[in-house]
């Protein structure tokens, strides 16, 4: 059983920046592949980026290609989603979630793919 946490969302001016963190419970998160989802008022929950259990391995929704950077440091059991140039329609709760096996760039977005899951963190654009 591994438990995430998301913290760091907030409110940020368009154009502004924000880091996520998600915290994993586990020390067997380093095995998981981590993948950030975002759901928008009104709007079905999406695939925004996965980054592989080692690390070496990052993949983006093209729209957050070049300004969402995902990391992480399996010794401290995180997590970093750094999202730069944001817009109002980045507004959304953002879930990090984990995943075993392998995972292709098509099965990576389905989300019954994915294990665990966070809480979620608020993120608001205003423009």
């Known amino acids: 059983q591994v438990q995430l946490v998301e913290s760091g969302g907030g409110l940020v001016q368009a154009g502004g920046s924000l880091r996520l963190s998600c915290t994993a419970s586990?020390?067997?998160?380093?095995?998981?592949?981590i993948g950030w989802f975002r759901q928008a008022p009104g709007k079905e929950r999406e695939f925004v980026t996965r980054?592989?259990?080692?690390?070496?391995?990052?993949y983006y929704e093209d729209s957050v290609k070049g300004r969402f950077t995902i990391s992480r440091d399996n010794a401290k059991k995180m997590v970093y989603l750094e999202m730069n140039s944001l817009k109002p329609e980045d507004t959304a709760v953002y879930y990090c979630?984990?995943?075993?096996?392998?995972?292709?760039?098509?099965?990576?977005?389905?989300?019954?793919?994915?294990?665990?899951w966070g809480q979620g963190t608020q993120v608001t654009v205003s423009s």
């Open positions: 979630a984990a995943h075993g096996g392998v995972v292709t760039p098509q099965s990576m977005r389905r989300q019954s793919v994915y294990t665990y």
């Open positions: 980054i592989s259990p080692n690390g070496a391995s990052t």
């Open positions: 586990e020390r067997s998160f380093t095995g998981y592949g």
